[in-house]
């Protein structure tokens, strides 16, 4: 609970001479605020970053029927996170506009998809 919200924290980094604090919730001081969501990892292409998907549904009145929408959500993998793969399931937490179209971060690995 370091870091406002109910995560397990990873371990600490090998490396701390040229680990990037500014950028890591656990052990720099980066803020986490805002929503929490979970979603799956579909594209690992760029450095330090993953695209999370989520799928969800909307109700459409004038068939009286739900269609699937999805979201794509770039956020950014902190160096203790390192581990990603296309397919596992992690929540990602809101925090302050890190790029151009960064605005979240990995917190969780909920499992391998």
Same mark, same amino acid.
Request: glycine share 0%.
């Given at each position: 609970m370091a870091i406002g919200i109910d995560v397990p924290t990873p371990p600490e980094p090998d490396n701390p001479e040229d680990y990037d604090y500014e950028k890591c919730p656990f052990y720099g001081q980066l803020s986490v605020r805002g929503q929490t969501r979970e979603g799956t990892v579909v594209s690992t292409d760029m450095a330090?970053? /993953?695209? =999370?998907?989520?799928?969800?549904? /909307?109700? =459409?009145?004038?068939?009286?029927?739900?269609?699937?929408?999805?979201?794509r959500i770039p956020a950014h993998v902190p160096g203790v996170l390192d581990s990603l793969e296309v397919g596992d399931e992690v929540t990602i937490a809101e925090t302050r506009p890190l790029s151009k179209t960064k605005s979240h971060v990995v917190v969780e690995i909920l499992g391998d998809g």
């Open positions: 330090k970053t /993953v695209i =999370v998907e989520r799928e969800y549904d /909307v109700f =459409v009145p004038k068939y009286d029927r739900y269609m699937k929408r999805r979201s």
